[in-house]
């Protein structure tokens, strides 16, 4: 799986849109690009994904670079709530090999 | 859908005691879980895959006599902490693969339990 780097912390006022980018330039064809969370002394927490495209759902938004090899959670109206680790993963979406494998991640701080 | 659960939620053993932590897939079928070790201000650390009816899959330096893992049933897999010490003081996490996911990229989607504290004095 590729390797990804994110930056170790962000803060983002409450109500404005927390932007997390990931770095993953190593990147192949065939592998997909997801976001978990981890709010503290929980389980991770999934929030979305995508291939190549940009995606969104209830959560966030997925904005994927045209040459995949960078990517941004976008978060719209961040919340205190929305505090939280916030783990950047690529890797290829089949049975075998489902290992996740988890970085350093980024601390998002909401602030009020 | 896709609950996870774990149980206990915290526990606190003596050093030198087996604890036995749970996880439970409680709406759907999975045939293959992972457990997690997480410390302190550290990220998520796999320990072993676990594959209903088989073996469980170490990963490298992980003590597999340690850490005993037991996946009878497609809905249940658990983790005994044997002779435990303070140094296995930790957030053990579980997560769980559904398979047949509704869109592309979430085939085999896992789901996370919430966790398990445990302390060891």
């Known amino acids: 799986d590729a390797k990804t780097t994110q930056p170790t912390s962000m803060d983002c006022a409450e109500g404005r849109a927390a932007n997390l980018p990931c770095n993953h330039s190593?990147?192949?064809?065939?592998?997909?690009v997801y976001w978990y969370r981890q709010i503290h002394s929980q389980g991770p927490q999934y929030i979305i994904h995508?291939?190549?495209n940009n995606e969104t759902n209830e959560m966030a938004s997925l904005i994927i670079t045209e040459d995949r090899k960078s990517s941004t959670l976008i978060l719209p109206h961040a919340t205190l709530r929305d505090t939280a680790v916030y783990y950047c993963?690529?890797?290829?979406?089949?049975?075998?090999?489902?290992?996740?494998?988890f970085g350093a991640g980024t601390i998002l701080r909401v602030k009020s | 859908g896709a609950v996870v659960s774990q149980h206990p939620s915290r526990v606190i053993c003596k050093s030198g005691t087996s604890v036995k932590i749970e996880c439970r897939s409680l709406?759907?079928?999975?045939?293959?879980m992972f457990w997690y070790r997480q410390f302190p201000k550290q990220s998520l650390m796999l320990m072993a895959t676990?594959?209903?009816?088989?073996?469980?899959?170490?990963e490298q330096g992980v003590e597999k006599d340690k850490f005993l893992i037991n996946h009878a049933s497609l809905t249940l897999s658990t983790l005994t902490v044997t002779s435990a010490h303070p140094e296995d003081s930790s957030f053990y996490i579980c997560?769980?693969?559904?398979?047949?996911?509704?869109?592309?990229?979430?085939?085999?989607?896992?789901?996370f339990g919430p966790g398990t504290r445990l302390t060891v004095t």
């Open positions: 997560s769980a693969i559904r398979s047949g996911g509704a869109s592309p990229g979430r085939l085999y989607e896992q789901y």
């Open positions: 190593t990147i192949s064809g065939n592998e997909y």
């Open positions: 995508g291939l190549k």
């Open positions: 993963i690529v890797r290829v979406a089949t049975m075998y090999g489902n290992k996740l494998v």
């Open positions: 709406d759907f079928q999975a045939t293959t």
């Open positions: 676990s594959n209903e009816g088989s073996k469980a899959t170490y």
